[in-house]
């Protein structure tokens, strides 16, 4: 049996931190939020509500927010090219 070396480690350059608000998902006042790292620097915060999605870019006051069915146009128009 070949002896194979050890592979190196690498650093993960990207990191998703999240917290629940509420932890009934039916409820009107849940909300999800990722915040989103590259390499220590913040990327942005993706907030997942019932009835929409909304990200805040680096640095930026205020958010984008989607609706769902925006949100999957969005997602079907962009996600496949």
């Not at 990207?14 to 849940?30: F, P, Y």
């Not at 909304?54 to 984008?64: A, C, D, I, P, Y």
Request: hydrophobic share 30%; charged share 25%; proline share 1%.
């Amino acid at each position: 049996m070949k002896k194979t070396k050890p592979s190196k480690r690498l650093s993960r350059a990207h990191r998703v931190t999240g917290s629940i608000d509420n932890l009934d998902l039916t409820k009107a006042s849940t909300t999800l939020t990722l915040k989103l790292e590259h390499k220590g620097d913040k990327i942005g915060e993706l907030t997942i509500g019932r009835g929409s999605v909304t990200w805040h870019g680096h640095k930026r006051k205020v958010g984008v927010t989607w609706t769902w069915s925006q949100f999957a146009t969005f997602l079907n128009k962009h996600g496949y090219e």
